[in-house]
């Protein structure tokens, strides 16, 4: 016997974009790829955009090997996957935005490579580009089109920088010190000249060089930020609250749900992975250890009762939680499985055995 999944089903048809934030560790890229083969396996044609997957999981979607490239999953066609990979990323937005010429003299630059690499929110903003480009309509290439796309994030913190990211880019390009950089008299030119004896002239002509390029980019950037944020808000964009049932798991997931309300983002769903979820139709008495039998019987019966105990406060944290932190869709019980997922069938079959909190 399995649960009704028809409300889930219903909810899941009519998401194009789905956003998988969590604390660190919780199961937000296993989630992710979850919904992504279970979507797929429902006819809709899906991309999940995961980061940095266990290897497990990553040859499960066919994604073994270093490259970003979307690639098609084998065994569920209509599913893709990538993985999210900021340094090629980068690169990839600098050709899609820029000629070939205006590209490669970015590339090469190594105040590019440096920022591309390092600069902290580098990550959510390629995020952010890559989730602009996949999600576009009108397309001048003949890259395909998706009815559902499955963002993954990193771990709390970086998961509000994805949000923040594409108003920050903006900002920053328009901000005095791209123009400071790049002033040809004045007192900032003079700065600039004193940096190159101090760095080594090339240093900061190469700085300069790059904050030059981005400059002449920056209407593109610009506008490509807002429609990603309008995206992030759109009716059939949800945002899912990935959390384990644990009580200082519980306490981060709590605090990112503030913290995204505060942004004016509203959870669709929650998920509670690995939970223990009983059979449909059981509840989850809490047995007082039965008289008689041997020392054995005894002793199963104390495993029973405190692992029941268990439960039993784990599914009282959970109902205790979604009063406090709503969501607009309802809240999950995901499985806990013996192993780690290792091919799509499992995948598809993790997110199939979904329970709504409230049959619990
Ligand atoms: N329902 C589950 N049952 C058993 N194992 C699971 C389940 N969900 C996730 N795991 C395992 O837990 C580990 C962490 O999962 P995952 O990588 O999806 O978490 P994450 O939230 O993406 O982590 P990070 O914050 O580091 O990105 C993995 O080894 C994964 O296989
Ligand atoms: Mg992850």
């Known amino acids: 016997m399995t649960h ?8 899941l048809d009519g998401q194009q974009l789905i956003v998988a934030v969590g604390p660190g560790g919780v ?9 992504g083969a279970y979507a797929a396996s429902r006819g809709k044609k899906t991309l999940v955009l995961t980061i940095d997957p266990a290897r497990r999981l990553a040859s499960a979607l066919g994604l073994d090997g270093l490259s970003d490239a979307v690639k098609v999953v084998p ?3 209509a599913l893709s996957a990538a993985m999210l990979d900021t340094k090629s990323s980068y690169d990839d ?3 899609r935005i820029t000629t070939a010429e205006h590209a490669d003299r970015i590339l090469e630059n190594p105040a590019y490579r440096a920022f591309s690499k390092t600069m902290s929110q580098s990550h959510a903003y390629v995020a952010m580009e890559r989730l602009h480009y996949v999600t576009r309509k009108e397309r001048e290439d003949d890259a395909p089109t998706y009815d559902l796309v499955v963002l993954d994030t990193p771990p709390t913190s970086s998961a509000l920088d994805i949000l923040d990211a594409p108003g920050r880019l903006a900002r920053f390009l328009d901000e ?16 600039v000249k004193l940096l190159g004896r101090a760095l080594g002239s090339s240093t900061v002509e190469e700085i300069v060089k790059f904050f030059q390029a981005l400059a002449d980019l920056r209407e593109g950037f610009a506008s490509r930020a807002q429609e990603t944020i309008a995206l992030l808000r759109e009716e059939t964009t949800a945002f899912v609250l990935v959390t384990a049932p644990r009580t200082t798991t519980l306490a981060a997931a709590k605090t990112l749900h503030e913290e995204l309300s505060s942004r004016e983002i509203n959870v669709d769903a929650i998920f509670f992975n690995r939970a223990f979820v009983p059979e449909p139709g059981t509840f989850l008495p809490v047995h007082a250890p039965e008289e008689g039998g041997d ?3 005894a002793a199963l019966r104390t ?6 105990g268990q439960n039993a406060h784990a599914i009282g944290e959970m109902k205790k939680f979604v009063t ?8 999950w019980l995901l499985p806990e499985r013996d192993a780690d997922v290792r091919d799509v069938d499992e995948l598809k079959g993790l997110m199939g055995s979904v329970v709504p909190l409230t049959a619990v």
């Open 4 to 11: 009704d999944t028809s409300s889930f089903d219903t909810w």
């Open 27 to 35: 199961g937000k890229t296993t989630s992710a790829a979850a919904l």
């Open 75 to 77: 065994a569920l066609p």
């Open 93 to 95: 937005l600098m050709r």
């Open 176 to 191: 005095r010190i791209v123009e400071w950089f790049l002033a040809t008299e004045g007192p900032s030119a003079r700065a």
């Open 295 to 297: 020392e054995l019987a």
């Open 303 to 308: 495993v029973r009762a405190e692992v029941y």
């Open 324 to 331: 406090r932190a709503s969501s607009q869709n309802g809240a």
